[in-house]
């Protein structure tokens, strides 16, 4: 049984998970690339188990590995709690890495970082925006403390909560034969192009979940993995578009794109995810606490 682990070991460990390569890793420890693996080699040495797979001079995390991660970042946030507890001031400490899937990551986040840095004083965030699949996968992988997405989430390690929500629409060109202003159940989309978010975002999610359904027949004209691009192929007269009402209202301001109204519910469930191994520092808790607020 290990008995001697220290949290150097431990640092040195999810640092390389995190950086994948042992360069990476020892640039961000500044450390050797020596010095690095050596720390790897004794913690497995003291576990008594391999925690990488060694396949042509690149380290795979393996199921020994997994079961540690957990469990290291618990200890690893613990001892950020210990100098807290015995520094001077109060203030919230150590780094917040939150995911953030397109809409959120850049119509909400913004204002909502800003408010909860006033409210906090802490101003130690990271903010990475992609899709809601490859959030998830930062969050399998702690490479993110918590996600705030669009799409619904169902995964074994993966909970789950709701906190806000937004309102999508359906926009065409201004010169498009729907873009009249007149109220149309969805039947009057029948047969129509789309230009579409890449598999895994969550306004392709609502589209493919609420709206084609309900058609006849639908046609994929493009597939792009940005809201701009998607507005911009709109606007060019591509097709039609499916988003948050929030990221398309800059464009329907400047005449580029017109909203169709649709007799139909169009709003949208924000999330919280989360590790459900994960440890909630304090940090964590109070950023939890106010999204629920915000």
Known sequence: MATNISLKQLKVFTTLIRHKTLTSASESLYLSKAAVSMAISELEKQIGRTLFDRINNRLILNQEGQ??????????????????????????????????????????????????????????????????????????????????????????????????????????????????????????????????????????????????????????????????????SVSAGLGLGCLSLLSAKHAVQDGRVCIIDLDMNMKRQFWILLHKEKYQSPLLKRFIDFCHHY
């Open 67 to 232: 079961k540690l991660l957990p469990l290291a970042d618990e200890l690893l946030q613990r001892s950020k709690e210990i100098e807290q507890v015995f520094s001077d001031n109060d203030e919230l400490s150590g780094q917040l890495r939150i995911g953030a899937s397109d809409t959120i990551g850049n119509q909400v986040a913004p204002a909502l970082l800003s408010e909860f840095r006033h409210s906090s004083n802490h101003t130690c965030q990271s903010l990475f925006i992609s899709n809601t699949a490859l959030i998830c996968q930062k969050l399998i992988d702690y490479e993110l403390d918590i996600g705030l997405v669009e799409g619904h989430v169902d995964h074994d390690e993966i909970s789950s909560c709701s906190f806000s929500q937004d309102e999508m629409c359906v926009i065409c060109s201004p010169d498009h034969v729907l873009a009249n202003g007149s109220t149309l159940g969805l039947s009057g989309l029948n047969n129509m192009n789309w230009v579409l978010r890449e598999a895994g975002s969550g306004s392709r999610e609502f589209f493919v979940t609420k709206i084609a359904p309900q058609l006849e027949s639908w046609h994929e004209s493009f597939q792009l993995n940005t809201t701009e691009a998607l507005i911009n």
